[in-house]
Nanobody, 124 residues
Framework: QVQLVESGGGLVQAGGSLRLSCEVS????????MGWFRQAPGKEREFVAA????????TYADSVKGRFTISRDNPKDTKNLQMNNLKPDDTAVYYC?????????????????WGQGTQVTVSS
């Protein structure tokens, strides 16, 4: 069974940095792309970034381009989200998720496996 465990959330001041990690176990067919999503209070969950399992292809939401970097750790099945120059608008619960290599990386409905989420709070 595929399991995703996130870590690294917390409280940081605006302009600061945090690094989120998502460790995946039990990988099977249909786990080729890892994505990060976030959900702020009262808002819908939104796409943040995605990476192919080999790390060669990355995708970012416009709101985080130039500030966030998604990467992989080898040999562990761990993907990281380095978040720099954080803003109060980045405050949300962040989720990692995995999907197969078909369908849109931006659409949460394409992702079949999800982590439990980790809280990121950015104070002004």
């Amino acid at each position: 069974q595929v399991q995703l465990v996130e870590s690294g959330g917390g409280l940081v001041q605006a302009g600061g940095s945090l690094r989120l990690s998502c460790e995946v176990s039990g990988r099977t067919f249909g786990t080729d792309i890892m994505g990060w999503f976030r959900q702020a209070p009262g808002k819908e969950r939104e796409f943040v970034a995605a990476i192919s399992w080999g790390g060669g292809d990355t995708t970012y939401a416009d709101s985080v381009k130039g500030r966030f970097t998604i990467s992989r750790d080898n040999p562990k099945d761990t993907k990281n989200l380095q978040m720099n120059n954080l803003k109060p608008d980045d405050t949300a619960v962040y989720y990692c998720a995995v999907k197969g290599d078909s369908g849109s990386n931006y659409s949460e409905s394409e992702y079949g496996y999800w982590g439990q989420g980790t809280q990121v709070t950015v104070s002004s």
